[in-house]
């Protein structure tokens, strides 16, 4: 009986000389592929991270509300 996984069935086109050098060495190109997608996603997903983070100020300061009350 087969296992149920998350998986999907792809197709890609991909250069046949590069998939006959990864065969020949063994890569499960499967594998592969899914282990350098998930780096790819969470390399774009921290990059998107950094840009919403840029217009911010990490130590803004007092807000205007702040600054106009009298300090004891």
């Given at each position: 009986?087969?296992?149920?996984?998350?998986?999907?069935?792809?197709?890609?086109?991909?250069?046949?000389?590069?998939?006959?050098?990864?065969?020949?060495?063994?890569?499960?190109?499967?594998?592969?592929?899914?282990?350098?997608?998930?780096?790819?996603?969470?390399?774009?997903?921290?990059?998107?991270?950094?840009?919403?983070?840029?217009?911010r100020d990490s130590n803004p300061g007092p807000s205007d509300y702040?600054?106009?009350?009298?300090?004891?």
């Amino acid at each position: 009986m087969r296992r149920k996984s998350n998986k999907t069935n792809l197709t890609l086109y991909v250069d046949k000389n590069l998939v006959r050098e990864a065969k020949e060495i063994g890569i499960n190109l499967s594998s592969f592929f899914e282990i350098k997608l998930r780096e790819y996603l969470a390399l774009v997903k921290s990059k998107e991270e950094i840009k919403e983070c840029r217009g911010r100020d990490s130590n803004p300061g007092p807000s205007d509300y702040e600054s106009d009350a009298p300090t004891s």
